[in-house]
C-alpha cells in the first residue's frame, strides 16, 4: 500500500471506529442521501436546523457541514447561530456554496456567512468557487459551466484571502491550501446525473475533518474516497438510479486494496 | 419510426443536447426523487423556493414547475413571486395541485394561484382535476378515488375556463387543450405504490415544455415517456423499491425504439 | 401457522384492503422513504403539516404520525393543532421523539406534546426512551448509546405515567404496556446504517394503528413486520444502499409463511 493510501485508511478506519457525529445543516433534497452517505461511511449524521438547538447540538457534534442548497431565511439564521459556536468551540466546519453565483441572495448569504464564521473546508463546483471568489462566473443554476482547472486561481485566491482549505470538484478535483495543490483524478462522469453528489462531497469531508486535523488531508482524503467509491459504482451498471444504490454499497464495503489500485491523486 | 415518436424522440434529444434548466418549487416528499428524474431524463433540475430569490432565479430557467405536496405559507409566497415572474417573462409553467380537494386551505391557496399567473400546463389525478374544476370530489389524501377518464369533463372545464393544458394521470393519462384531448396508455400499475410519480410526471413536463411550446404536445410527451419508463421498470422487477431505481435508469437510458415498439397514444 | 402469525398476518390483509390513510408530520430526512415504506406495506401516506390545514386533513385519516427529527417551531405549531385533534376524534397518535435527551429544546417539546395530547404509541430507541422518561440518559446525536434492554424501566415508567404503548427499538424490540412486554428479536443490524429505519418503524406502527384498536398488538405486529422485511432485504445483499432497495420490496411482496418462518416474537 502506498503511503497515501494507508493514510487515508487510516482516517477511513477510525470514522468506522469512533463514528463522529457529523451536524448538518443542509438542503431539503438532499438530507437523505447525504446522511445514507455518512451512514455507509461509518459516521453519525443528523440534520439539525432549528434556531432553538443549532448551538446546543453543535457543541456535542465533531463537526459541523453547511449547504445552502435549498437556501431560506428560517434556515440562515441557523446557520448563522451554528457556524459561530462552531467557531468558538474550534470545531471545523465545512461549507458548501451550492448555487452562489445564481442569485444576488446567495452571493450575500455566502459572503455574510464567510465573513461571520470562516469555514475550515470550502467545497464547490467551478462556477461556484469563482462566484464566491468575486469573479463574475456565470452558472446554470446549480451546474457548473466551467471545468474545475478554470477555478484554480478563484480556488487559491480564495484560500488565501480566508486561510482556509477550498476544494473545486469536477472531472479532476483540486483541493487548494494556500500554495499547496492536490488534485484527485478519480471519480466517474455519471456521478453528474445524480442529484446532490458533490453535497455528499461535502458531507463526507466533514466526517474526515472530525478525525483527521490535518485539514488539506482530511478533504483530500474525502474527495479520493468519494472518486473511489463512485468509480466502482458505476462500473456496476452505467446507469444513475443504480449509481445511487451502488455508491452508498461501494462506501459501506470499501477496503484498503480497493483504494489503493484505484488512487489517482497528486500532490504539488 | 411513426411521426409520433419522431416527435417525442426530437424533444428528448432536445432536452439531453440542451439539459433545459427546470426550476421547481416542490414538496418535501419528492424534492429528491424528481430531481434524479429530471437529471436522468437529460435536464438541469434547480429547487429553490426563497422568496429573496426566486424572482431571479426563475428568469434564468427555461420552465416553472409549482407542486403544492407539502404546502405551507412560507412556499406560497414563493410561489406566488416566481409565478408572476414566470408570466411577465412568458416562460412556461406546470402546475401540480397534490391533494386539492382534501382541505380548504389548499382549495384557496390553489385558487389564488390559478387566479394570480394561469399556468401553461395543469397536471393532477382525477380527484384533484375533478376537484380543482370545482366539482365536489371527494380525495383520499393525496390518492385519486376515481378513474381518470371520470375526470375528462373536468378537465375540459378547467381548460376552457383557464385556456391552458391540462393533464389527468391514471391508468390511461388524459391531455386536454380545449376540444383536444390525446391519451396515453402506457405505465404500470406498480407505479401507484412508489411515492411521488405523479409529481415526477409534473417535473418531466416542465422539461419537456421548455423545449417544445407546443404545450399539449410537450405535455403529451411528457406523459408517454413516463409511462413507457414505468413499464420498462417494473418489467425488469414487480416491486416498488426496485422500481423507482430501474425507473431512473429506463429513463436515462431510454431509445427510439423503446418509445416506438410501446407507445400507447391516441390523438382525438 | 402460528396465532400470532395469523394475528399479523389480518392486520397487514386489512391495511393491503383498505389503505388507510396515516398522516406523517415527520422530518425532512426521511419523508421519502417513509412514504414509500407505507405504500409498500399497503397504506396510503400523506406528509402534511401546515397549521392551516393539519386539523382538516387528521379528521380525514385513519391515523396520526408525529417524528421531531428536523424539529423546528414552525412545526410544533402543527403538531401541536394536529396532536390535539386527533385526541379529541379519537384517532390514534404514534409520536417518535427523535432526538430526544439531544438538546433542551427537543426535550422541552417532547414534554409539551406529550402534556398536551398523549400518543397512543411512543416509539424510539434506548437513550430516547431513556431521556423521554426522564432518566438523564446520554444520547449520540439521534443514536442510542444503550442496548434496548436497559431503557426498560424507563418504558414501563413512561407507559404508567402516561398510559399509552412504549415501544423500545434495538437488536431486540421490546413493546412495553403497563405489566405487559412483548420482545421481537428480528430484524438486522445493517437497518441502523440506513437512515430513519426508526422512523419507518414508527410510521408503519401507524398503519397498523390504523386497522388494528389493541394498540399494544398493533405496534408488536410492526416491529415483527418491519424487523422480518429487514432481514429478507439483508439477506439479498449485506449493504446498506441495496437494504433500502430490498426492504421496500420485502414489505411490498411479504407473504404470511416468511412471517411464520421467521417470526421471534415473544409475549411476557
Not at 130 to 153: E, H, I, P, R
Request: hydrophobic share 45%; glycine share 8%.
Amino acid at each position: 500500500m502506498s503511503p497515501t493510501t494507508q493514510s487515508i485508511w487510516a482516517d477511513l478506519t477510525q470514522i468506522r471506529a469512533q463514528a463522529p457525529l457529523v451536524h448538518n445543516i443542509t438542503n431539503f433534497v438532499v438530507m437523505n442521501n447525504t446522511a445514507n452517505a455518512l451512514l455507509a461511511l461509518g459516521a453519525s449524521p443528523a440534520m439539525v436546523h432549528a434556531p432553538e438547538e443549532v448551538e446546543d447540538f453543535v457543541s456535542i457534534s465533531s463537526s459541523l457541514v453547511v449547504n445552502i442548497g435549498t437556501l431560506d431565511d428560517h434556515f440562515v439564521t441557523g446557520m448563522t447561530l451554528a457556524m459561530r459556536r462552531a467557531k468558538e468551540l474550534g470545531k471545523p466546519i465545512v461549507f458548501d456554496p451550492v448555487g452562489v453565483g445564481a442569485t444576488a441572495y446567495r452571493n450575500q448569504v455566502s459572503q455574510d456567512l464567510l465573513t461571520l464564521a470562516t469555514p475550515t473546508v470550502i467545497r464547490g463546483n467551478a462556477s461556484e468557487i469563482m462566484a464566491l471568489a468575486g469573479l463574475n462566473a456565470q452558472t446554470k443554476g446549480v451546474d457548473s459551466l466551467f471545468g474545475s482547472d478554470a477555478a484554480l486561481d478563484a480556488a487559491r485566491r480564495l484560500s488565501s484571502v480566508w486561510g482556509c482549505v477550498v476544494v473545486i470538484s469536477g472531472a479532476t478535483d483540486y483541493i487548494v491550501l494556500g500554495d499547496q495543490v492536490a488534485s484527485v483524478a478519480n471519480g466517474h462522469s455519471l456521478m453528474t446525473k445524480v442529484t446532490g453528489m458533490g453535497c455528499t462531497a461535502t458531507a463526507l469531508t466533514g466526517a474526515f475533518a472530525a478525525v483527521n486535523t490535518n485539514y488539506f488531508q482530511a478533504a483530500t482524503h474525502a474527495m479520493a474516497v468519494m472518486g473511489i467509491a463512485g468509480e466502482l459504482a458505476a462500473e456496476k451498471k452505467l446507469a444513475p438510479g443504480s449509481l445511487q444504490v451502488n455508491f452508498l454499497d461501494a462506501l459501506y464495503t470499501l477496503t484498503e486494496s480497493e483504494i489503493d489500485d484505484r488512487l489517482k491523486l497528486t500532490w504539488s
